[in-house]
């Protein structure tokens, strides 16, 4: 029996980028169907300012796995961003990024970068405190709970231990918040002791990032809370080669959720050029979470076939190793015809 999944198409880019990505699931042999649910710009603009339409609830907590390309969030009064609404009502803490580099094939100044950001996903500057005080005064507080932390930091070293990764690091301002990220740098080392065999260090965010920047080989599990680990994710998937190129998982103990980590690109949506190697990526995690992780791997392989042989979306494309820049279509059929193939 196929596992249903909730699937949105998304905004901008997304259409194009699920449209790719489901034909090679399909191809491979993938045993889903999906359960199309409408998340987004089109049900904000009729007025939800949730963005998320009703019934799509019900698809989503009975089929229990997302599988989301990416939406577009109105700028304006009124609108919550649907990501911050997903991820907290449906209990998504971990949000996982693994960036691998994969040079010669993709150009990328640091061929050696394997790293995996796991980002608290609920609460921090993100759990949606924001208020006017006063006529010229704003405020957002900052939300962090010791479950929060104790959940996200075991979820990171029970990751690292499952992976075969050596080593995790926590990043953190609590030189300056003293007492929340004091707690949360707290509870990493209380956790850190019970797992002797992964190494464990911390960093102040702002030089971590930097030194993440600059010699990114040198870590491999990031920890960190939500704010940071959404900017220095990015940071790790553009060194890494493109933002184009990473997906993600935000894992909850009922529900998960598989999306790109890059947003819905209105600027070169309908162009067919889009790369759809993030939501590919993130589809294969997603393969994993299912019990279909041989089809998972397969289009892995495929995946990186197509890279190997020179197939570039014109984000990663290079004239020093690109064969052919290929649109997102095109670069899908390739994909399809290397499935299987050594
Ligand atoms: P973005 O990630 O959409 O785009 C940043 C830059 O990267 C753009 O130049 C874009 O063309 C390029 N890019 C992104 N994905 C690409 C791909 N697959 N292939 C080739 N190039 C790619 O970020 P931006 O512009 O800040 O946000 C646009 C919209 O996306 C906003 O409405 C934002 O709220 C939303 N967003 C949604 C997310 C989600 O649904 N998970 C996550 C991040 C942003
Ligand atoms: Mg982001």
Redesign the pocket.
């Known amino acids: 029996k196929p596992v249903k999944i909730a699937v949105a198409n998304?905004d901008?880019?997304g259409p194009e980028?699920m449209e790719a990505t489901l034909r090679i699931l399909n191809a491979a042999g993938a045993n889903i169907e999906p359960d199309y649910i409408e998340l987004g710009e089109k049900v904000y603009l009729s007025g939800n300012t949730s963005g998320v339409e009703d019934s799509s609830w019900e698809a989503i907590n009975t089929n229990k796995v997302i599988f989301k390309a990416?939406?577009?969030?109105p700028q304006g009064k009124g609108y919550k961003s649907l990501?911050v609404t997903l991820r907290k009502s449906l209990g998504l803490f971990a949000n996982v990024r693994p960036v691998q580099a994969l040079t010669p094939f993709v150009p990328s100044h640091f061929p050696d970068m394997d790293v995996v950001v796991v980002r608290e996903n609920e609460e921090d500057l993100y759990a949606g405190i924001e208020h006017r005080q006063t006529q010229d005064v704003y405020q957002c507080l900052k939300l962090i709970t010791r479950p929060g932390c104790e959940r996200i930091v075991r979820y990171a070293f029970e990751y690292a231990k499952a992976c075969g990764r050596k080593k995790v690091t926590c990043m953190l301002k609590d030189n300056i918040m003293k007492i929340t990220d004091g707690l949360f740098h707290k509870v990493f080392d209380e956790i850190a002791i019970e797992y002797p065999e992964i190494n464990s260090e911390t960093q102040i965010i702002d030089i971590g990032a930097a030194r993440l920047a600059a010699k990114p080989e040198n870590y491999d599990v990031i920890v960190t809370s939500n704010l940071y680990g959404d900017i220095i994710s990015d940071i790790a998937a553009e060194i890494g080669g493109?933002?184009?190129m990473c997906g993600s998982a935000n894992i909850g103990k009922n529900v998960a959720m598989f999306?790109?980590i890059?947003?819905?690109?209105?600027?070169?949506a309908g162009k067919n050029i889009?790369?759809p190697s993030?939501l590919i990526n993130a589809a294969i995690s997603m393969l994993v979470h299912i019990g279909q992780a041989d089809v998972g791997d397969k289009i892995k392989n495929a995946w990186l076939k197509t890279l190997e042989e020179g197939y570039h979306?014109a984000?990663i494309f290079r004239e020093a190793v690109s064969v052919e820049k290929l649109g997102t279509k095109a670069f899908a059929d390739r994909v399809i015809a290397n499935l299987g193939k050594k």
């Open positions: 998304g901008g880019i980028i990416p939406i577009t969030t990501n493109s933002v184009g999306e790109a890059h947003g819905s690109a209105p600027d070169i889009a790369n993030g979306t984000d």
